[in-house]
């Protein structure tokens, strides 16, 4: 708990509604409630049997007219580094592409509860973002601009062949990588749009299309509970998650789904972004985050 100096200066400079919803998010931890939710929801999952595309996907003629013989061969260098096993993390020098632990994994609330749970993890890197960029998948949209250019299937071969590895070693709401709710939306959307550029591959088969899409549920599923820390932190996890949710009512096919990932993503746009255009975040980055 807060000091009574710095509860009452967190009551004044954030206002008493951010404060309030923390607090809800806290009660809902410590009750046991989001794993109560997890459990309960997964039998409520309905059956899915294709994606509704989220927008057309450009042509390869276009694609290659907007990036140029340069840019492509810029951007199969990448892809091939990807297809190899590597990737550059935040234009970095390329590392191994890895989503498995050598600690076992709890609940992600647990390390919530219990911070010191992630020191083995953090162990592993100097920076937790580290932890996290393989998990986000925006590596697969690489792969997938040049399986458009190319046709080649080795490249839907190994995003399967990741995405498989990811689910096997991080099952549904255990570990690191489903302990934060902006984490899980920013994958859920790049697993939306992999799935829309691999569609045509003959590595995309009917049962791995069908635990896509299992996952894909399994993503959304644990975005809504946790909104209430989204919102107390007013930022780009309010409209990261929101976002999510609304590209992910599209694919599935669920009214209500994107219904509430609509409402949230207006109301925090409508709450975020300044009469001049300003983000509420000072930051360029977070600003091109909420574009």
């Not at 708990?1 to 607090?23: C, D, H, N, R, W």
């Not at 580094?81 to 590392?95: K, S, T, Y």
Request: glycine share 8%.
């Amino acid at each position: 708990m807060p000091s009574f100096p710095v509860a009452i200066k967190a009551l004044t400079q954030l206002g008493p509604e951010p404060i309030a919803l923390y607090a809800l998010y806290q009660l809902g931890l410590r009750t046991g409630h989001y794993r109560r939710s997890e459990t309960s929801g997964a039998s409520s999952l309905r059956q899915v049997d294709s994606l509704q595309p989220l927008l057309k996907l450009p042509s390869r003629e276009a694609l290659l007219g907007v990036i140029g013989a340069e840019g492509k061969a810029a951007l199969l260098q990448v892809a091939d580094e990807i297809a190899a096993g590597r990737i550059r993390l935040f234009g970095g020098e390329p590392v191994p592409l890895k989503f498995t632990f050598d600690q076992p994994l709890r609940h992600w609330s647990d390390y919530e509860l219990h911070p010191q749970l992630l020191s083995a993890f953090y162990s592993l890197t100097p920076d937790v973002k580290l932890l996290w960029e393989p998990a986000r998948f925006g590596w697969a949209l690489t792969l997938g601009r040049a399986y458009i250019l190319t046709g080649e299937e080795r490249y839907a071969e190994s995003f399967w062949k990741c995405f498989e590895e990811f689910r096997s070693a991080n099952p549904p709401y255990l570990g690191p990588h489903w302990m934060n709710g902006q984490e899980v939306a920013l994958r859920l959307m790049s697993l939306l749009w992999a799935a829309q550029m691999f569609e045509a591959a003959a590595a995309s088969n009917a049962g791995r299309g069908a635990l896509l899409i299992q996952s894909m549920q399994e993503h959304a599923r644990r975005i809504p509970p946790t909104l209430v820390y989204a919102r107390s932190q007013n930022n780009n996890h309010w409209v990261t998650e929101s976002a999510a949710l609304f590209a992910a009512g599209i694919a599935l096919g669920e009214p209500k789904m994107r219904a509430e990932g609509w409402t949230w993503l207006n109301r925090a746009l409508q709450s975020q972004i300044s009469s001049y255009g300003e983000y509420i975040q000072h930051s360029t980055n977070y600003h091109r985050v909420m574009l």
